[in-house]
């Protein structure tokens, strides 16, 4: 079984601090996706990575992906009370055979901004 | 912009009761997924679905659960009995392909008592 671990698990800053999320496994995945889930609704993707030390921007979030295709960390500058949320990681394998897209997903970091 | 809809997006039920989540996913994808969140843990893969069969399946996907896509446009997951254990939130997912985004429905939070 291939996990992923997300850290921190809850974080709470105040608006315009910075925060760092990580997500790690043992596992080489094939891509890593971050989702943004709002409560009552399902998980909304934010950023697909697909190559070792892949860096990419969404205004404020920066997702780079480790070169190893093993982590994945998210970025994010000046932390605005809209940025509230569940912040998830999901990765699908490179594991042989036939891949029909399931996701494994890591625990999620519970982000609160406050005013 | 299409979406993915689940109904209904609460349902209780008696332990040992028969429930049915049903989903709509986007009309021109052909990968379809459940996944469940118990509350507090992460999500879940329970099971993919293509070509109108099950392709891959997780160990929580035990004979008690079942999926169809009876006509062509609705994505169903039945759990025959449900237990105490199932109470969760579950989410229907679907894709055109098992490289592309996937895309969540609302989830449907199933409530065992």
């Known amino acids: 079984t291939q996990l992923l671990e997300q850290s921190p698990q809850f974080l709470s800053i105040q608006e315009g601090e910075n925060l760092t999320v990580y997500c790690n496994s043992s596992?080489?995945?094939?891509?890593l996706q971050w989702y943004r889930q709002e409560p009552g609704e399902g998980p909304v993707l934010l950023v697909t990575v697909v190559t070792g030390g892949e860096v990419k921007k969404l205004k404020r979030l920066t997702f780079q992906f480790g070169d190893a295709r093993k982590d994945s960390s998210l970025h994010i500058t000046a932390a605005q009370p809209g940025d509230t949320g569940l912040y998830l990681c999901a990765a699908r394998s490179t594991a042989g055979g036939t891949s029909y897209g399931k996701l494994t997903f890591g625990q999620g970091t519970i982000l609160t901004v406050h005013p | 912009e299409p979406e993915v809809t689940q109904t209904p997006s609460h349902q209780v039920t008696q332990m040992g009761q028969e429930v049915i989540l049903r989903c709509v996913p986007i009309s021109n994808h052909l990968y379809f997924y459940w996944y469940r969140q118990i509350l507090g843990q992460k999500v879940e893969f329970l099971v993919s679905?293509?070509?109108?069969?099950?392709?891959?399946k997780s160990e929580i996907f035990d004979d008690q659960f079942s999926v169809e896509r009876p006509d062509g446009s609705n994505f169903t997951l039945k759990i025959r009995s449900t237990k105490l254990e199932d109470s969760a939130m579950y989410f229907c997912a679907s894709t055109l392909g098992p490289k592309n985004i996937q895309y969540f429905g609302a989830g449907t939070r199933l409530s065992v008592l």
């Open positions: 596992s080489v995945f094939s891509s």
């Open positions: 679905f293509y070509n109108n069969e099950i392709s891959e």
